[in-house]
């Protein structure tokens, strides 16, 4: 069974501090997305990993994957508040019988995500 | 461009009754997936659409039905709502041209089953 792990769970942390959010999965994939959720809203794409050894960078956030280790990274630099949220990875799940373009299914599973709370 | 759009926001059903939930893009994605979101948890795959008239399941697709008659449009129908669906749906949509598959996701509809 396909798990997608995170952890921490819930990540309490200083203006300032920098913190890692990592993510585990348990089965072949080369494309991984990171999400962020503000309380009572949708999921806002932040990062989109698509080969072994991709890095994205975004202001204080960075994204990292390691296809072989099947692990992802979230790197917080320098927290502000205004990064308090919930941070979702999740895996496009790779199988024989996928659609037409590229072997990908655009099937998602997700993490059980990051609450990630930033006190000044 | 709208983007993904969902109806209703909010809705109350008593057990056993049927609704459908709307999804619709105007982005000319090919992907649409519904997910539901359950307290503490993450997104769980309900079913999905690779295009128009092909549909699959997900990781939790009972008492669920889909179709895709259209590209824009792709409805999620409880058949017998029970409590057990009480949860919040997100729909949503991607494209393949890019290479990227990015999800766009809509502003959820918060369902409870009494």
């Known amino acids: 069974e396909l798990k997608v792990e995170q952890n921490p769970l819930f990540l309490s942390m200083q203006e300032g501090k920098n913190y890692t959010i990592y993510c585990n999965y348990s089965?072949?994939?080369?494309?991984l997305y990171w999400y962020r959720q503000d309380p009572g809203k949708s999921l806002e794409s932040l990062f989109v990993?698509?080969?072994?050894?991709a890095v994205k960078q975004e202001g204080r956030l960075m994204a990292s994957l390691d296809t072989k280790a099947r692990l992802s990274t979230l790197h917080i630099t320098a927290a502000v508040h205004d990064l308090s949220a919930t941070y979702f990875c999740a895996v496009d799940i790779r199988f024989a019988m996928g659609p037409r373009v590229g072997g990908a299914t655009n099937k998602l599973i997700f993490g059980t995500g990051t609450l990630l709370a930033v006190q000044p | 461009n709208a983007g993904v759009t969902q109806t209703p926001k909010f809705q109350v059903l008593k057990t056993g009754q049927s609704m459908t939930l709307q999804c619709a893009q105007d982005m000319n994605h090919e992907y649409m997936s519904w997910y539901r979101q359950d307290p503490g948890m993450g997104l769980r795959l309900i079913h999905y659409?690779?295009?128009?008239?092909?549909?699959d399941q997900g990781e939790v697709p009972n008492g669920y039905n889909v179709s895709r008659s259209t590209t824009e449009d792709f409805p999620l129908r409880l058949l017998s709502a029970a409590p057990s669906q009480t949860s919040v749906y997100f729909c949503a949509s991607s494209y393949s041209a890019s290479g990227r598959y990015e999800q766009y996701f809509g502003p959820g509809t918060r369902l409870t089953v009494t």
């Open positions: 659409s690779v295009g128009a008239g092909i549909t």
């Open positions: 990993l698509l080969s072994n050894g």
């Open positions: 089965t072949t994939s080369d494309r």
